[in-house]
């Protein structure tokens, strides 16, 4: 697909399956916690629910009745388990370079994830790139969780505002930017295929972080 550059749009990165590979961390942590609480929901339906807010998946792939029942103890059973995972989790291939090339060309480069501060500081620390984000918004901020678009636009708002451009591996990725009027770039990384996510409106897709720098030039985020 062809599409006309944007003038150093801000870049609003995903954090999950985007910078770290960690996808099917969260995948095994729900799929555990639904079990703990004597519910099945099979893993194909967990996966693709990831990247959503916490605060909405639970209903979204067990129904309202379960969320009003359980929807709590879920979140915090999953937050257990992917805690106990963190030492696993690392940084997809190309993930710092790209960061650190967006702002070398001059991009206001923010990250958007739903994941609670800490967390995002604990998975943010072996990529090294804080010191090239003008901004992070993270689920301690309050903002409605993705689809929504209300992450994306206080991340554009924390940069200083003007057009963006959102990078994420989740059909959810591509709603919220949908709804907040910024183009996608999908990424395969979370386990998402492209025709999905292409569906749900990105414009654009690569394999993964590495993939999306090896070909910058001749992409979205070309330098103008």
Known sequence: ??????????????????????????????????????????????????????????AHVAGEP?????????RKLHDQYFRSALRTICGLDGASELVEALAGQGHRVVLASSSEAD??????????????LAAV??????????????AVELA?????????IVVGDAVWDALSAEAAGAPCIGLRSGGTGAE???????????????????RIQDGPLRTP
């Open 1 to 58: 697909m062809t599409a006309q550059p944007l003038h150093h749009p801000v870049v609003v990165l995903d954090l999950d399956g985007t910078l770290v590979d960690s996808v099917y961390e969260h995948v095994v942590a729900w799929h555990a916690a639904f079990r703990d609480v004597g519910l099945h929901v099979s893993a194909v339906r967990v996966h693709e629910s990831i990247g959503m807010g916490g605060d909405r998946l639970v």
């Open 66 to 74: 379960a969320e009003s029942a359980v929807g709590d103890d879920v």
């Open 119 to 132: 967390l995002v500081d604990e998975m943010l620390e072996p990529l090294d790139v804080r010191r090239h």
């Open 137 to 150: 918004v993270t689920g301690s901020d309050g903002a409605a969780t993705k689809p929504a678009p209300d």
């Open 156 to 164: 554009v708002e924390r940069a200083g505002g003007g057009k963006a």
């Open 196 to 214: 999905r996510l292409l569906s749900a409106g990105a414009s654009w897709v690569y394999d993964g972080p590495r993939d999306l720098l090896d």
